[in-house]
């Protein structure tokens, strides 16, 4: 597993990554002293729990000092806690304020 192998990295003190994560796609995006290096997008695939796909979320950006995560409040608690369960440093997550589900208002 991936995760094995990136866990023992430290992490650099100058990188970043900003993460919206929902039920269906991850976007990831890093930055290195401060300026965006690389943007990734994440697919959940058919087959895969929303669990298993945030913590395949959370393996891409183990090895950051800092991430910012961003989506609907479900998702962020379940990354949040993949995160703290594969590195042990909830101190480097940032989260941003939840986003409330898009859909019809009922009046």
């Known amino acids: 597993m991936a995760a ?3 866990a023992g990295r430290k992490a650099r003190r100058d990188s970043g990554a900003s993460v919206w994560i929902d039920t269906n796609q991850a976007v ?3 930055s290195d002293a ?3 290096s ?3 997008v994440l697919i ?3 087959a895969e ?3 298993r796909f945030e913590a395949r979320t959370a393996d891409e950006v183990l090895d ?3 991430v910012l995560v961003a989506g609907p ?3 962020q608690v379940g990354f949040d806690r993949a995160f703290v369960a594969l590195t042990h440093r909830p101190d480097r997550l940032v989260a941003a304020s939840p986003i409330a589900p898009v859909g019809p208002t009922v009046s």
């Open 28 to 30: 990831i995006i890093r």
């Open 49 to 51: 729990t929303e669990a």
């Open 34 to 36: 401060g300026r965006p």
């Open 44 to 46: 959940r695939l058919p």
């Open 38 to 40: 690389g943007v990734e």
């Open 4 to 6: 094995r192998k990136r």
């Open 73 to 75: 409040a479900e998702q």
């Open 64 to 66: 950051v000092e800092q």
